[in-house]
């Protein structure tokens, strides 16, 4: 079976600092994975995704993720984040092969901007 | 391109009632899925569904929960009878096919259930 762990619940942080949410995945078998914002009232938004090639990866809002597969992590960093930044972040994976598109997700972390 | 729509956007029952939610998917998307946002928790899937067959259902409960996409359009969620656990938001979501790099899926807005 798979899972998703966030490892943090809730995050503060000064605008303008740097912020690094964390993500650990569990699965047997080979997944993509993805970084989900949600904004109070609204749907989520798809901000990046890793699916093959350069472990780097570069999203909307100028946020990034890294993944590592020997620590199976799919940390979330922004060098300088916005008020506007505060939300929920949901980590998530999916099975490559799987044919269903489902997503599994972590628990998310709060992003709470303080100016 | 208008969005994922799910109505209503906020429902209050007592236990025991039932209660249906809407979703209208984005125009010529094939799947649609409902997964349920409890406070604290991610989103944890309840049904896909492929134009209107059932692709998974693994995790509905089916003693109180059932949807149906009758027309493979427009997707209805219903509850009867609600428990005090059924609290949460209810998210649909659409795409073109079902494919795991999800790369057209979209979510609508929510529709959040307080059972008191």
């Known amino acids: 079976a798979q899972s998703v762990t966030q490892l943090d619940s809730q995050v503060p942080v000064f605008e303008e600092a740097p912020v690094e949410l964390r993500c650990n995945y569990s699965?047997?078998?080979?997944?993509?994975l993805f970084w989900y914002v949600q904004y109070p009232n609204q749907g989520l938004q798809l901000l990046l995704k890793?699916?093959?090639?350069?472990?780097l990866v570069k999203g909307i809002n100028g946020f990034e993720a890294e993944f590592n597969k020997s620590q199976t992590s799919f940390h979330l960093r922004k060098p300088s984040v916005h008020i506007s930044d505060t939300a929920e972040y949901f980590c998530?994976?999916?099975?490559?092969?799987?044919?269903?598109?489902?997503?599994?997700f972590g628990q998310g972390t709060t992003l709470q901007v303080k100016p | 391109e208008a969005g994922v729509a799910q109505s209503p956007r906020y429902k209050i029952i007592e236990k025991r009632q039932s209660v249906a939610f809407w979703c209208n998917p984005i125009s010529g998307h094939a799947t649609l899925y409902w997964y349920q946002q409890i406070l604290g928790q991610g989103p944890k899937l309840l049904i896909q569904?492929?134009?209107?067959?059932?692709?998974?259902d693994s995790q509905l409960p089916k003693d109180r929960f059932s949807a149906e996409r009758l027309k493979g359009v427009d997707s209805t969620l219903k509850i009867q009878p609600a428990k005090l656990e059924d609290s949460a938001v209810y998210l649909c979501?659409?795409?073109?096919?079902?494919?795991?790099?999800?790369?057209?899926?979209?979510f609508g807005s929510g529709t959040q259930l307080s059972v008191l």
């Open positions: 979501a659409s795409s073109p096919w079902a494919e795991p790099t999800n790369e057209k899926l979209f």
């Open positions: 569904f492929q134009n209107n067959g059932v692709v998974d």
């Open positions: 890793y699916l093959s090639g350069s472990t």
């Open positions: 699965s047997s078998v080979s997944v993509y």
């Open positions: 998530a994976v999916s099975l490559l092969s799987s044919n269903t598109g489902k997503l599994i």
